[in-house]
């Protein structure tokens, strides 16, 4: 797959072993094939696109829903290292920013991730759910590290982020109907949404407190919550 997975790898210079094997080159075709067609293209299809025979393809995983499964893993693993990597290098505070810094390498990923959300079902829950548990994870080394400030929930943040970042990108693929690029969308959405993303984060949307004090007034069990940072409020500045 010429992707952001081994794309990635190559310009570190670390290609992991499995990559250079029938089996990851497989597994690279279906996400690819996946993201830009949906979960309808077959076997058959994605054994002449790998340049190997339909039966290899069930050797290697069983069945479709095996190669799917596979391919699962493999987009949260990348999606995990990608994310982990920019919060501690610090060369982005959010999830967001770090695939925004990758776009070109990581849009068939970034398809896979879209097709599989808007399809539902049991694989994509866990799918979703482990996003989210990746999430709170980064999150919380980023506030380790001093460039992410702490949370009153950080497992209510780290869904809302995760959220925001999928929700946004289905919504886009599906105002553009049925044939949509995603790749396309990817890019676009990165195009237009950078500034006001670091704005958001960054900045904050709202000049003053008003409406946290009068929702945390309404709700005190929530101005209860552990994570402070070092004194003040929690989160206190940071929007």
């Known amino acids: 797959m010429r992707s952001g ?7 570190r210079g670390q290609v992991p072993p499995e990559d250079l094997t029938t089996r990851a080159r497989i597994r690279d075709t279906a996400i690819r094939l996946f993201g830009r067609s949906g979960f309808g293209v077959g076997v058959r299809a994605i054994a002449t696109e790998a340049g190997v025979s339909p039966a290899l393809v069930v050797h290697h995983f069983g069945s479709k829903d095996g190669l799917r499964e596979e391919c699962d893993r493999y987009v949260l693993r990348v999606v995990r290292e990608a994310k982990s990597t920019a919060v501690e290098t610090g060369a ?9 810094a990758m776009v070109d390498d990581y849009a068939p990923t970034a398809a896979y991730i879209v097709r599989s959300l808007a399809v539902g079902g049991g694989l994509a829950s866990q799918f979703f759910d482990q996003m989210v548990q990746d999430a709170e994870e980064y999150v919380a080394a980023g506030v380790e590290a001093g460039i992410i400030p702490p949370s009153r929930d950080p497992a209510a943040r780290a869904r809302f982020l995760t959220l925001s970042g999928v929700g946004m990108l289905l919504l886009e693929a599906n105002l553009r109907g049925p044939d949509v690029d995603i790749g396309e969308v990817f890019r676009d959405f990165a195009a237009w949404s950078t500034l006001p993303s670091l704005e958001v984060y960054t900045e904050g949307l709202f000049a003053n407190r008003t409406f946290l004090d009068s929702y945390l007034s309404a709700f ?6 552990t994570a402070t940072d070092g004194g003040g409020e929690p989160g206190a500045g940071a929007g």
Do not use: Q, V, W
Not at 5 to 11: A, I, L
Not at 92 to 100: D, F, K, P
Not at 220 to 225: A, F, G, S, V
């Open 92 to 100: 982005s505070g959010t999830h967001l920013l770090s695939n925004l």
């Open 220 to 225: 005190p069990n929530e101005r209860d919550k």
């Open 5 to 11: 997975t081994s794309g990635e790898h190559s310009k």
